[in-house]
């Protein structure tokens, strides 16, 4: 299990870096820029697990490799980027990647320290969100958290199924296999359909202004 | 004392997560969108504060009657909120109630860490402004520390008092009382009177462009 | 050595804060405004930086001069910052000085604690440029770091310096020495030439809005 985990981590990291390129080049930003928004998007949910749950030094600083992974993509995408013909499904569709496999990730490390499976399960749903919601932040964009699609309800799904599912003594892999398939899933079907949950409308037809 | 501070800490807690659930109701989100905002807003002041110290895992990871509280508080508020003629005068209120008990929870969790008094100060200030401060980032709108009214500094007020009363050896539950009457009344009469500190002006006339 | 570091660190803190201060005289806040927008440049991206390393109690929280240098700095603005023709140009000069301090003393930090030579330099670059991010974030400025000129890159320049020369057993002070001069030296040239690497274009004469 450990092998799949951390092979789903870095890969998930690399995705989520590609994500923060192609925002860097949505931006017309230099390659410092999309080295830093990938590196932000690729390590960030991961970064705030730890130091939530006080796993200090955060991952990054004990294992180069994340960073390293995250220059390379940003130097991928800077090369490269231009092949796509909408960079922003590639972005949308590379975040639901990332996110159905850091929702696992997350779970699993916060599990591993040995907190309440609650618990567990929240930090599973902030190692996806949060790398996305930072680069949304940084570069000034509407986060996709904040969009009426479905999205951070389908990190959730993930992480409460790999959760629950760890408990029942499956044969290895299959928890993450289900819980992936799942949370991708569920964001996939928002991304086709436009899934979303109605949103609060006290009375129609009124606006509510800023102040 | 501590039974009135963890009183004191759980209302907090519940009534920022109302004031995060009405600014989603204003931003017409999902029921998602209240769940995460109110999250944020009722646990993010105690989070920072919590990671500064190095209290870590932070309080909820460690108690998930917090994030519990936020749950729920998110759910009332997207059956009810449309019940409220002026649902900003009401996110303003409570903000300031939650000000004012925050500034004294988080004074008295960073003194029962040992560290200094100012620092204390200064960390209770922290806990009652950020969870706020993060509410209004992410969701774009003006942050309540950024306008006119007196606002941190109420904060500031009651964390003051609070950490110089108990020096005092006064009886249990009078230096919190002394603080938060302190704290909430400057505040509501900024928010009742418009009370202010004059805001710079270099060369009145003049306009300040962004670059 | 040691003496030079922590020399370069308050005064980094102060220039910091002075930026910071001086965001908040662009933006019209009152003293208050000024005192948290200087405290959050000064002391930010150090923060950061020991909590990414697990350096807690965070610096400050341990030595209540940061602070009030801090405190001091804004002080200090709120009542001198009409005599300065432009304060956006002082800005950006002491926000180069600062960052040029800051590189250093951050890896410096980092290599003290015993991590990776490599992540010295990534948390040298972070302590650099991670205060005024948040300051601009904070405000809604457009982040320096996001500038088309060379910014975040002469951080980098100097942390690499830094941690590079220090392995050469050079007398105390010059590693520092030549760090600050090369970093400040390369942001000094962007601000008077516009020196910057050239931005992404995917296909010119394209807009990319925002969805």
Redesign the interface.
């Known amino acids: 299990m450990l092998t799949i985990i951390s092979w789903l981590d870095i890969i998930g990291v690399a995705i989520f870096a590609v994500t923060g390129a192609l925002v ?11 080295v ?1 928004i990938a590196t932000f998007t690729g390590i960030g949910g991961g ?1 705030i697990r730890d ?4 796993a ?3 991952f ?2 004990k294992e ?1 490799l994340y ?1 390293l992974t995250c220059l390379a993509s940003a130097v991928i995408v ?1 090369f490269t ?2 092949f796509f013909e909408s ?2 499904r590639v972005l949308l569709w590379l975040d639901a990647l990332g996110l159905a496999m850091f929702c696992i990730t997350g779970a699993a490390k916060a599990l591993s320290l040995g ?2 499976p ?2 567990a399960m ?2 599973g749903m902030i190692s996806a969100t949060f790398g996305g ?1 930072v680069r949304d ?3 000034n ?3 996709l ?2 969009r ?1 699609e ?4 389908a990190a959730a799904l993930g992480a409460v199924l790999y959760v629950g599912l760890v408990q029942l003594d499956l044969p290895v892999g299959i928890p993450a296999l289900i819980a992936f398939l799942a949370a991708f899933g569920l964001r996939a079907s928002a991304l086709v359909w436009g899934w ?8 129609p037809g009124r606006d ?1 202004p ?2």
């Open positions: 860097a080049s949505r931006k017309q930003m230099d390659i410092v820029g999309f830093l970064t130091l939530l749950v006080g200090t030094p955060v990054w600083v180069p960073p800077y980027a231009h960079r922003y907190v309440h609650g618990i929240v930090l919601l932040v940084v570069c964009e509407i986060p958290i904040m009426r479905i999205y951070a309800i979303g949950f109605p949103v609060y409308k006290a009375r509510y800023n102040e």
